[in-house]
Each structure stands twice: as C-alpha cells, then as structure tokens.
C-alpha cells in the first residue's frame, strides 16, 4: 500500500515539473505573461503555413508575434474594445471548416481588427502620390503579348531559332515544329507584365529569344511582339487602394510596436 501512495506521489510530482516547465513565463507584455506553451504553439503554427524557417527563426518570429498579440489585448483593454459572443460566434461558423486557427486566435483577429479600423480610419492617399506611383512603376502596367514554340530538343530549338531570327514566319514555324498545340492559338501565351521574368527571362516588346530548357522536358523559343501601357485613369482606383492598405499597415504596426514599449 504505501508504495502505491509514493507512486501516486511520485507520479503528481513529476507532473507538477512537466507542467511548470510547459508554462514557464519566458516574456512578458506590460505584466501579461508570454508561456512556453503559447511559444510553442506559435512555432507550430508557423512551421505547417510557411514552412522553411529553421527553428531559431520560428522562435524570434514566434515571439515578436505572441508580443504584438499581448500589446494588442493590452491596448484593447484600455480602449474598453471588445469581442461579442455574437460576433465571434458569427465569423467562427463562417470559417470553422476550412481554417486552422482555434476560436481563440479568431477573437484576436477580430479584436485586432477593430483597434487597426480604430487607429486608421483618418488616413487618406493623396492624388500626388497614387500618380508619382504609377509613374515610378510603369513597369506594373506595361505587358507584351508573348509567343511560343515547344519542341522535344536542342537541336531543333537552334533550328527554329535561327529560322525566326532569318525572318520565317513564326505561325508557319509554330505549326511545323511545336509539341504545344492544345490551346489552338498559334502559340499566344498572353499579355505578360514586363515587371516578372517568364521563364528567366527578363521581357521586351519585339524581340526572338534564345531557347529556354523547361524542366528537362524540352525547350521553348519565346517571341515578343508589341507592348502595352495601362493608362493611368484605368489603374489608378487600384493603385490608390493598394497605398491605402499599406500607409494603414505601416501605421498599425507602428503602433503595436509603440504598445509593446509603453510602461516596461
């Protein structure tokens, strides 16, 4: 009998250890502590959305993350912001089946999102800055219709090649040689931003390049021809939009940062 009590014993103390250790307070946010636990539940969740991170990153990540929530909840308190069941309850069911955050971390979000709607209602893109944008960008707004011709190997790559670069005619080109031909559209491949390389290749209007090897596949011979700016008037809803969200992002950030400090 008393070796089954000292077990018992033993076991409840092992216990309490495991249990202090898995809650040890590692930071703190104006007195809310930061665990363990709550680490390493942070990591976790980074590792299975973004993957790549060795595990001193996810941890220096992890932490400037459960930091911002802390400063956040902090803020919020003092603000006298808060959460309804009902409006919690309301979006949780909206995404209960197809998301990996708990109830929770939803309430965060949605708490975090009445401070950010709280702190910048008032800011506004000035007209000067959504043009002197496009004009520094250009580049966003600027596609070329690209072309293509797929064949098997090098050799009959530097063939067609050289052929376009005489001046042969490119549909005839396509027809005869590519491997390509599901889509029917004589090898159009679509306006593409000058902005992004496609497939390594930095983009030109009017120009034959040298065959591109795809994927141990075979290779492909792009043609560009004429070049397209969006004008201003039709980018500029969305430029202003996309400036918004980001003075209102740096902001709200800065302001957690400001949150994090106060009072430590």
Known sequence: MKKIILLLILVGFTLSIFSGCASKQIASVHGIPITQVELEREKTFLKDNFGNMDDEELTQIALENLKAKKAVEYEAQKEGITVTDKELNEAWKNIKD????????????????????????????????????????????????????????????????????????????????????????GGFMGDIPVSQKFFGVSLKPDTIYEPVPVNNEGYIILKTTEQTIKPFDEVKDGIELYLLNQKKLDFYHKKIKEWEGEGN
């Open 98 to 185: 197809r998301t990996k955050l708990t109830k929770e971390d939803l309430k965060y979000i949605l708490l975090s999102d009445k401070l950010f709607n709280k702190y910048t209602k008032d800011i506004t893109v000035d007209p000067e800055e959504v043009k002197n944008f496009y004009e520094t960008h250009k580049d966003y707004y600027t596609t070329v219709k690209v072309y293509e011709i797929s064949v098997k190997d090098r050799d009959t790559a530097d063939m067609v090649y050289q052929k376009l670069k005489d001046g042969e005619d490119f549909s005839k080109l396509f027809e005869q040689y590519s491997i390509d031909r599901i889509s029917g559209n």
